[in-house]
């Protein structure tokens, strides 16, 4: 009975359940075996329904509905995934000499490329055929002209797309994993001269359009709004375009808890609505007020959708907003976690993989925190004062979503902001001001003096949103970072913040014993953590195109060589050394090797009881040295010196060209030397317990 109320919740859950099976077991049941379930118990759904007398058999009835859901879901899953498709690129046996691709997203500007998104249609080997599949198309900047393909266009393109590849590195981001949730499974990279447009679309439909909208309120944003923070800002918040933020100013929204500003989502959307509702509120008392309301709400949500591109985690938003402006109409009738269940239900229907988004599972899980804890927290402290009351409000929104989130937070981001209170108390209001603006700069960019006054009061907004970031990050101990917790962990985490919430909302015993059983199961696997990888000692050569990095660690403590251009490189460290770092707890760093020595321009380490040496140059080897590892860097090791080696295992780094590892390769294998090229093969690591 307490169940009753909420039908939505079931279907939702049970949906989501069957497209989880699907993405962590894929193929486990088949496809045509799925859907004889779900006709199974579909047909036994509807007797069991409408024959049973009296609704006496409710239970086998909702048993077997249910389970037509699940495996609905699974199967929408299987049905969602190109690469299941017996036409799709990835099985082409023969190589591809040049294909055709309709252009999917509006071309991102990178540093020496310019990113697109594309949909293979047709792929020529030895004849042309039809193909299913899309990928990733960088072009090169090299030319300097500028890539000007729309959504729809039909792009020829000379080459053969690669195949994603797995990290090479230990607990490296999975890009493989993270584009084929997006139904993306190949890349290439092209100059300009190997892309011919063939064919301008001519569907201009609803999504060509929303782009061409996007792109002009870029250009007026742009115009009107001097500054290249400022700008970018600007873009971030009123459009979702993040092109124009630099690494620095993204990592002190970061720090500071302001990240989710920079990202048009659930809070921007919300703020439009409750604007909406906020200007709507005098004609409350009229006659089908509510639903006159939900209309004009319906038309502003998709409007500002339209001129965002219909990016992702727009759409989302709209969707979720959505079903909440419909639910209101109907009063009573409805509940919110039904409607924000119903919502998540047509959003995965549409596109099951968003379940695996950290955008959907970050603004749901907000929304969810602030409907449920939001009011218990604002009734704990009365305030008469109008300004105080609106200040313990807005605060008791920011600790309703943080409680909800932080421990998602924790398992992507690995950081915990200190300040979120004092950032969000000056970010929100201001972030709200300042997509206000922009929309107000676009509604009036074609009086241009108008236009740049409200421009100018725009750039000063952003310059106090910044300064507050900057602010907030330079306080002292302003973030909590390398945090490390596993999925089950993050699990483990989210139960006991259940339990401890439900423990305060039904003062029962239950919710006491669930919560310590749960800490103590997240003790014990923090205990098995520690010991199996924080304690463990490893050494390691790094997968990094064209550089050189080695680490020692042990005991939480780390020992690192690496080529100077790598060490200012603070990008490339983030993404190809931090992560193995964060899982062995690596708390102190340091860049001089006590166990190491330089003879003869070469590196020796004494690690462990072996010998490792690194030859960067061309020099001549000891005579009388025997090393179980050699590290070879700069094509530095002739086909002479190989020959006459005594090593247990050659190791080809980051810096060697690809021939001469092939050359080497060769030649190795003529005298029982085994190799390993970390381009090739992945990082080498040695580890001991």
């Not at 295992?649 to 005298?671: C, H, P, Q, R």
Request: aromatic share 14%.
């Amino acid at each position: 009975m307490k169940w009753q109320p909420f039908p939505m919740i079931r279907i939702a859950g049970f949906f989501t359940g069957g497209v989880l099976l699907g993405i962590y077991q894929t193929d486990i049941i088949p496809l045509e075996i799925a859907a004889s379930i779900v006709v199974a118990a579909a047909v036994l759904f509807f007797c069991i329904h409408f024959f049973s007398k009296e609704n006496r058999n409710s239970v086998y009835s909702g048993f077997f509905g249910l389970i037509l859901i699940f495996f609905l879901g699974y199967s929408r899953l299987l049905l969602f995934s190109d690469s299941r498709n017996d036409n799709h690129i990835s099985k082409i046996a023969d190589p591809i000499i040049a294909y055709v691709a309709v252009v999917r997203s509006v071309p991102e500007e990178k540093a020496k490329s310019w990113k697109v998104e594309m949909e293979v249609t047709q792929a020529k080997t030895s004849h042309w055929t039809a193909v299913t599949g899309r990928l990733l198309l960088y072009v090169s900047k090299k030319g300097g002209q500028k890539l000007t393909w729309h959504f729809g266009d039909r792009i020829l393109v000379k080459g053969s797309p690669q195949e994603l590849s797995s990290p090479l590195n230990p607990f490296e981001f999975d890009f493989k994993a993270f584009l084929r949730l997006k139904n993306i499974s190949h890349q290439q990279f092209v100059s300009i001269n190997e892309v011919k447009l063939i064919e301008e679309t001519s569907n201009k439909g609803f999504t060509y359009y929303s782009h061409q909208a996007r792109a002009w309120c870029l250009r007026k944003l742009n115009q009107f709004v001097h500054g290249d923070d400022e700008r970018g800002i600007a873009s971030a918040l009123v459009l979702g375009v993040t092109d124009g933020i630099d690494n620095d100013l993204q990592n002190a929204y970061a720090a500071s808890g302001a990240m989710h500003v920079l990202a048009v989502s659930g809070m921007h959307v919300g703020i439009i609505y409750a604007i909406i509702l906020f200007l709507f509120k005098p004609v409350d008392k009229l006659k089908n007020s509510k639903w006159i309301v939900a209309l004009v709400s319906l038309i502003c949500l998709w409007s500002f959708s339209f001129i965002t591109g219909n990016s992702p985690s727009v759409l989302r938003a709209v969707t979720m907003f959505s079903f909440i402006a419909l639910a209101r109409p109907f009063g009573k009738r409805t509940n919110i976690y039904n409607t924000l269940a119903a919502s998540v239900f047509v959003l995965l229907i549409y596109k099951p993989y968003l379940i695996m988004s950290v955008g959907f599972q970050l603004s749901y899980l907000a929304v969810l925190g602030i409907v449920y804890l939001q009011r218990p927290l604002y009734q704990l402290w009365a305030i008469e004062n109008k300004v105080g009351d609106w200040v313990w409000n807005l605060t008791c929104v920011s600790i309703a979503a943080q409680i909800a989130t932080f421990v998602i937070g924790l398992l992507y981001f690995h950081q915990f902001p200190t300040y979120f209170l004092i950032s969000n108390m000056i970010v929100v209001p201001l972030s709200t001001f300042v997509l206000l603006g922009g929309i107000l700069l676009l509604a009036v960019s074609a009086i241009s003096p108008l236009a740049s006054l409200v421009g100018v009061a725009l750039e000063w907004m952003i310059k106090a949103l910044n300064w507050t970031v900057f602010t907030t990050e330079a306080l002292p101990l302003s973030v909590i970072d390398n945090i490390y917790i596993t999925e089950p962990q993050c699990w483990l985490l989210l139960g006991i913040l259940i339990s401890f919430v439900l423990l305060f909302q039904f003062r029962s015993s239950k919710w006491l014993y669930s919560c310590f059983v749960l800490s103590v199961l997240f003790s014990v696997s923090q205990w098995w953590y520690f010991k199996n990888e924080v304690n463990q000692t490893q050494m390691i050569a790094y997968s990094i195109n064209n550089h050189h990095a080695v680490e020692f660690i042990a005991g939480g403590k780390s020992y690192f060589v690496s080529d100077s251009a790598l060490l200012t490189d603070q990008q490339k460290i983030r993404f190809h050394v931090e992560p193995n770092r964060l899982n062995h707890g690596v708390s102190v760093l340091e860049l001089q090797v006590p166990f190491g020595r330089n003879e003869k321009r070469m590196k020796f380490f004494r690690w462990q009881g072996r010998t490792i040496a690194y030859l960067d140059e061309k020099a001549s080897l000891p005579k009388k040295m025997d090393f179980d590892y050699l590290i070879v860097g700069r094509n530095s090791l002739s086909r002479e010196q190989l020959a006459l080696l005594n090593v247990k295992e050659l190791i080809f780094d980051g810096t060697n060209s690809k021939k001469y590892v092939e050359m080497m390769g060769s030649v190795a294998e003529l005298n029982k030397i085994s190799i390993h090229s970390v381009l090739k093969d992945g990082a080498f690591i040695i580890q001991k317990q």
